[in-house]
């Protein structure tokens, strides 16, 4: 190991105790633990019985509150829970050190089959786009519907404003990023976190960025953030290169759920003109590009996420079985 990567740190050795996770009005939290890994849930409380589940999952970096824009507006819909991925969010790192995409994919899986929840309908954003792709084809009876919002799937031309975050998974980039960046405040950091991932970052409001700030503080005090980071990043590009039936966009093809694509247009991660090839590949797919998003539509776009989802839901039959509210146009 390069004397500037960061070592491998273990659920076993550090637990996320560091400040406090936010909770939004109507969420609330629990702590799951599963073989090798401890998972933080959030969920909102179904508005009535019988409700089909949903299950969230984020993006690099990211955390279940990602989903808090968009949960409330399905309320009525599906009954909502949002997962953090071992070593992000609240969830401490899993025991294993895995943070490959079929790490991801077999936190999801354990979850779901420990929940006995499924199938349910699954939405993924960027890395929680490839991990849930992945569960997707691989655990067809867990999955109801797929929503994906800028999925991470393999891209022969990056962009060139996704490299820095490429760059990341090569051994020792992280240890150096760390030490050239420490001066860097929270603010500092949210600002540009936030620029790469909206559109338009004006559309954070100040409260939102306050919110945004307080969780950056808290994520850059726990020891294994960047490690998290950079191995997840690393797991990212190793899917790229992964080929035959272990292939994302082989796997793609083999997803029998009917599959929401989401794609923005000022999407500086995820480039727009994957949307086509991934409308071929999924089998059974809708596509909804929002020309103004990037990277996070159902964060600066939640309305119209909902209403496409509840059209799917439509589509394929399952809104019948929702009843009469309905997630807000």
């Known amino acids: 190991m390069s004397s500037t990567e960061l070592p491998s740190v273990l659920a076993t050795s550090v637990a996320p105790k560091v400040g406090t996770v936010r909770v939004a009005a109507g969420e609330r939290l629990r702590t799951v633990g599963l073989p090798g890994i401890t998972l933080t849930v959030r969920s909102r409380p179904p508005v009535r019985e019988g409700l089909p589940p949903a299950l969230y999952v984020h993006g690099l970096g990211g955390s279940s509150q990602n989903w808090s824009a968009l949960m409330p507006l399905m309320?009525?819909?599906?009954?909502?829970?949002a997962v953090d991925l071992p070593g992000f969010g609240d969830s401490p790192p899993p025991d294993d050190g895995d943070y490959s995409v079929t790490g991801h994919a077999r936190a999801v899986i354990r979850f779901l089959d420990a929940a006995e929840r499924g199938p349910v309908h699954l939405f993924g954003n960027s890395l929680g786009g490839a991990v849930t792709t992945r569960v997707a084809a691989v655990r067809p009876d867990l999955v109801r519907t797929l929503t994906l919002v800028s999925p991470a799937l393999p891209e022969i031309r990056v962009q060139r404003s996704a490299v820095p975050t490429a760059l990341l998974a090569l051994p020792g980039v992280a240890g150096l990023f760390t030490r050239f960046t420490k001066d860097w405040s929270a603010e500092q950091r949210v600002r540009g976190v936030t620029a790469l991932c909206y559109g338009d970052p004006g559309m954070v409001t100040p409260e939102g960025f306050r919110n945004a700030v307080e969780e950056m503080e808290r994520r850059l005090a726990l020891p294994y953030f960047w490690d998290a980071m950079a191995r997840s990043a690393r797991g990212i590009v190793n899917a790229y290169t992964l080929g035959g039936q272990h292939g994302l966009w082989r796997q793609a093809e083999r997803v029998l759920a009917p599959t929401l694509l989401v794609y923005g247009g000022r999407d500086?991660?995820?480039?727009?003109?994957?949307?086509?090839?991934?409308?071929?590949?999924?089998?059974?797919s809708r596509l909804l590009t929002l020309p103004d998003a990037g990277h996070v539509a159902m964060m600066e776009y939640p309305?119209?996420?909902?209403?496409?989802?509840?059209?799917?839901?439509?589509?394929?039959?399952?809104?019948?079985?929702?009843?009469?509210?309905?997630?807000?146009?």
């Open 75 to 81: 309320d009525g819909l599906v009954d909502s829970e």
């Open 268 to 284: 500086q991660l995820v480039s727009y003109r994957m949307a086509q090839r991934a409308a071929r590949a999924f089998r059974d």
């Open 303 to 329: 309305e119209t996420v909902a209403t496409a989802f509840r059209e799917l839901l439509a589509d394929t039959g399952e809104l019948a079985d929702t009843g009469p509210t309905s997630a807000r146009s």
